[in-house]
């Protein structure tokens, strides 16, 4: 597995919060991957009883279906796509 990223695929900011609860991050890692999209960069902080969750994900497939099938997390409070980077060069 190469550790360069494909160039060609689009690029997308989500910003997630989530209730805290055992195991509550990796279901939405989870269901990232198994919708065709891959983390290229995720930050998160701790804000009371919830999580704040900065995801950069790389990916062809509608960043929306990724949208509605975080928010059928019990545990996804909300979901929101903050941009979308488009396709980078290769340089």
Do not use: W
Request: glycine share 4%; proline share 2%; hydrophobic share 45%.
């Amino acid at each position: 597995m190469s550790p360069q990223a494909d160039s060609s695929m689009p690029s997308y900011t989500l910003n997630c919060r989530m209730n805290q609860e055992a195991a509550a991050l990796e279901r939405l890692c989870r269901v990232v991957r198994v919708r065709g999209f891959r983390i290229s960069r995720m930050t998160m902080e701790s804000a009371g009883a919830h999580l704040d969750i900065a995801l950069t994900l790389e990916g062809s497939r509608s960043v929306s279906m990724l949208q509605s099938q975080l928010e059928k997390l019990h545990t996804v409070a909300e979901v929101a796509v903050v941009q979308s980077a488009g396709v980078r060069a290769v340089s």
